[in-house]
């Protein structure tokens, strides 16, 4: 990528952070919501305590959901309005979780959220289709550099075949994924598919009904 494209780049970025800051700004409720779909799959399958380390935290209710059942809950988000939301958040419902802002390819973000042992899972909800290639890129950089073998990487996104339905937030930045691309990628950083499916009815808002793929990797011994 020559200069002229990285400051390209680095402007896209910073319009999608103002973007959300000013989102989250507007909705910041210090009260609990009912977790997603996805959060509540995820929790089924770890049957021990683990290190959840959430990518794209957002409002906090997932992160809110796996503290009140024990885990250790770090997210992670480039909104200086939605991790303050989230900190708000945590305080009045009296849950044990951290939150810190920053983009995913910050150098240092892999030494601040691996934590001294497992288990982990790295999860990443609805975040994976508002970054580029790029970020994606540094998505799994970053889980393969924090995730142990037998830790998990667990991701659900919109898919391309998401691209033409209704959306409720017209207005949010979306990149329609391929599952296939995507899995061979994670594959080259050392994950293994340990469950994956995809369709309708897994993620429905309003009239949104998203075409989704949800998949959980498991770090493979190398």
Same mark, same amino acid.
């Given at each position: 990528?020559?200069?002229?494209d ?5 402007a896209?970025?910073?319009?999608r ?12 409720? =210090? @009260?609990?919501?009912? #977790? ?5 799959? @995820?929790?089924?399958e770890?049957? *021990?305590?683990?290190?959840? !380390? *959430?990518?794209?935290?957002?409002d906090? %209710?997932d &992160?809110?959901?796996? &503290?009140s059942? $024990?885990?250790?809950?770090?997210g ?7 991790? *303050? ?8 419902? $009296?849950?044990d ?9 910050? #150098? ?7 934590? *001294?042992?497992? =288990?982990?899972?790295?999860?990443? %909800? ?17 889980? &393969?550099? !924090? +995730?142990d #073998? ?7 996104y ?5 691209a ?6 017209? +207005?949010?930045?979306?990149?329609? @994924?391929? =599952?296939?691309?995507?899995? /061979? %990628?994670?594959l080259?950083?050392?994950?293994? @598919?340990?469950? +994956? ?12 009904? /998203?075409?989704? /793929?949800?998949t959980?990797? %498991?770090?493979?011994? +190398?």
């Amino acid at each position: 990528m020559d200069q002229d494209d990285q400051t390209v780049d680095a402007a896209m970025r910073d319009a999608r952070t103002d973007y959300w800051d000013d989102y989250y700004a507007a909705r910041a409720t =210090p @009260v609990r919501k009912l #977790p997603s779909q996805f959060a509540t799959f @995820v929790a089924g399958e770890l049957y *021990e305590r683990h290190r959840v !380390i *959430e990518l794209g935290c957002g409002d906090g %209710r997932d &992160a809110m959901f796996f &503290a009140s059942y $024990g885990h250790e809950v770090i997210g992670v988000d480039a909104s200086h309005a939605a991790v *303050e939301s989230c900190r708000t958040l945590a305080e009045t419902l $009296g849950e044990d979780a951290s939150f810190i802002v920053s983009r995913i390819e910050a #150098p240092d973000l892999a030494a601040r959220v691996r934590g *001294e042992r497992g =288990p982990r899972v790295v999860y990443a %909800r609805f975040f994976l289709h508002t970054i580029n290639e790029s970020e994606e890129e540094s998505l799994l950089d970053l889980a &393969a550099a !924090i +995730t142990d #073998p037998g830790d998990l990487l667990a991701v659900e996104y919109r898919t391309v075949r998401d691209a033409s339905g209704a959306k409720v937030t017209e +207005t949010h930045y979306r990149r329609f @994924v391929m =599952p296939a691309a995507f899995e /061979a %990628r994670a594959l080259g950083r050392g994950f293994d @598919v340990a469950y +994956t499916v995809e369709g309708f009815g897994f993620a429905k808002y309003r009239q949104d009904d /998203a075409y989704v /793929a949800r998949t959980l990797f %498991r770090r493979h011994a +190398t």
